[in-house]
C-alpha cells in the first residue's frame, strides 16, 4: 500500500492511498490479501458482520443459485 498526502498552499491536508503490490505467486496468500482488500472497502459501507458473511457468500459463489442471497446481504 502506497500513502500520498499532499498540503496546499491554504493548508488543506490531502490524503490518497493506493495498493501498489504485486500478486502473490501463493494462491492462499493472494485469497488472504484480496479478502482483507474486500473488507477495507466493504466493512465501512456494510459493517464488520454483514462485510464477512458477503465475503464468505462471495466465496461460496458456486453455490448460490439466485442473486437475491447476495443482495439481502448488501440491504
Given at each position: 500500500m502506497t500513502e500520498v498526502l499532499i498540503e496546499t498552499l491554504d493548508g488543506r491536508k490531502l490524503m490518497g492511498c493506493h495498493d501498489t503490490g504485486v500478486p502473490?505467486?501463493?494462491?492462499?496468500?493472494?485469497?488472504?490479501?484480496?479478502r482483507q482488500k474486500?473488507?477495507?472497502?466493504?466493512?465501512?459501507?456494510?459493517?464488520?458482520?454483514?462485510?464477512?458473511e458477503l465475503a464468505s457468500a462471495i466465496n461460496d459463489i458456486e453455490n448460490i443459485h439466485d442473486v437475491r442471497q447476495l443482495?439481502?446481504?448488501?440491504?
Open positions: 502473490a505467486k501463493n494462491l492462499e496468500e493472494q485469497g488472504r490479501r484480496l474486500f473488507m477495507a472497502l466493504a466493512e465501512p459501507v456494510l459493517g464488520g458482520s454483514r462485510a464477512s443482495m439481502t446481504i448488501v440491504r
